[in-house]
Nanobody
């Protein structure tokens, strides 16, 4: 069974940077895309960014455009989320996901355990 393991979360001040990593134990035919979602306390899980393995096409949500970059290293089965110019409203638990793709959680079958990102003002 494919598992996703995230790392790289932490606490930073506004304006700081973090890089999240997500390692998949192996590739699968059902995991054509990898994504990052986040969930703030009391809020629904929301889409942040997605990348497809075959084409490397990346999509980010408007609120993080120009600040967050998703990338992938297929040789390492690893997806990264480089986050810069962090803001307090970026705070939340960040989840890695694998599946068919899209901006909805319904497009992803596999989820990591989540990593906490806290941005203080």
């Amino acid at each position: 069974q494919v598992q996703l393991v995230e790392s790289g979360g932490g606490s930073v001040q506004a304006g700081g940077s973090l890089r999240l990593s997500c390692v998949g134990t192996r590739r699968s035919s059902i995991t054509s895309a990898m994504a990052w979602f986040r969930q703030a306390p009391g809020k629904d899980r929301e889409f942040v960014a997605q990348i497809t393995w075959n084409s490397g096409t990346a999509v980010t949500t408007d609120s993080v455009k120009g600040r967050f970059t998703i990338s992938a290293d297929s040789a390492k089965n690893t997806v990264y989320l480089q986050m810069t110019s962090l803001r307090p409203d970026d705070t939340g638990v960040y989840y890695c996901a694998a599946g068919a793709g899209g901006t909805s959680t319904e497009g992803y079958l596999l989820w990591g355990q989540g990593t906490q990102v806290t941005v203080s003002s």
